[in-house]
């Protein structure tokens, strides 16, 4: 799995890097770390993800202004959201632009292999 | 403007047990809740997550160095630098006020966290009297300075 992290703390792109490096998702390749939606645009062009995990606020470009752009560039990525934003209307806006699944944040290292594990099982 | 109502404080104390019991398997335990006076107490590192829509004003979660360090050590972190820890408590602040959205509207816009470090970049409350809930975190102490206004 070719898997981009788009988030703009350090902290929790590191943690991601480091929760599908190790279980069971098998082997993960890391192809970029983004802090906002224009580098993750940019990782994007450079290295095609299976896999984007993508934070919603963000400065400069958010995750919801990124989804659809991502996906003009790359149409198969599957993208997992990541967010604080945990009301209903911002997971369905999320899913509605094209998400594949979102994992609401706070999160333990559990809930993101399976949350990603779900995502790469339904995935075409 | 008008204050907070309880249910609305209640929020964001569920907001931060939950945040600290997922991340690191224990809970904080509250200590108390009460109205601050300006200057609101602050620990060394702190994360602000400005609100505005249907409510005006700042949410602040406020850490000393030691408990940041011990939460980042708790996820395999290594890069314990200082603006690491920066990164850290802005990420928790942003997690509490992002999770309030959730019953107080997706009406309400919240900013990415901008972080400090001890009195750097102090702005003056929104309210006379901001809502202040005080918390223990293993040995450490903590808070979460509610610091809003519903707009009328």
Known sequence: ????????????????????QRGALGPVTIV?????????????????????TMDLTMPGMDGLACIPELLAIRPHANILVISAL????????????????????????????LALLSLLKGRP | MSG??????RLFVDSVTRYFAVTSRTPPLI????????????????GIVSFS????????VSLPAMAVRELLLIQHETDLSESN???????????????ARQTLGSGLEIS?????????????????????????????????????????
């Open chain 1, 32 to 52: 970029g770390m983004a802090r906002n939606g224009q580098e993750a645009l940019r990782a994007a062009m450079q290295a095609p993800p299976d896999v984007v």
């Open chain 2, 53 to 60: 829509g249907r409510f005006s004003g700042q949410v602040i």
């Open chain 2, 31 to 46: 200590s108390a809740a009460y109205l601050g006076t300006d200057p609101v107490p602050r620990h060394e590192f702190n």
């Open chain 1, 86 to 113: 945990t009301d209903k209307s911002t997971a369905i806006k999320a899913l509605r632009l094209g998400a594949r699944g979102f994992l609401p944040k706070p999160f333990d290292d559990d809930a993101l292999q």
């Open chain 2, 4 to 9: 907070l109502s309880e249910s609305d404080l």
């Open chain 2, 85 to 99: 820890l920066l990164d850290a408590v802005g990420e928790i602040a942003n997690t509490v006020a992002g999770n």
């Open chain 2, 112 to 152: 990415v966290p901008v972080t400090s470090r001890g009195c750097k970049g102090r702005q003056p409350p929104v309210r006379r009297h901001p809502y202040v809930i005080s918390f223990r975190w293993n040995t450490h102490a903590g808070l979460v300075c509610v610091d809003l206004d519903r707009v009328a």
């Open chain 1, 1 to 20: 799995m070719k898997l981009l992290v788009v988030d703009d703390s350090n902290v929790v792109r590191s943690r991601i890097a480091r929760i599908v």
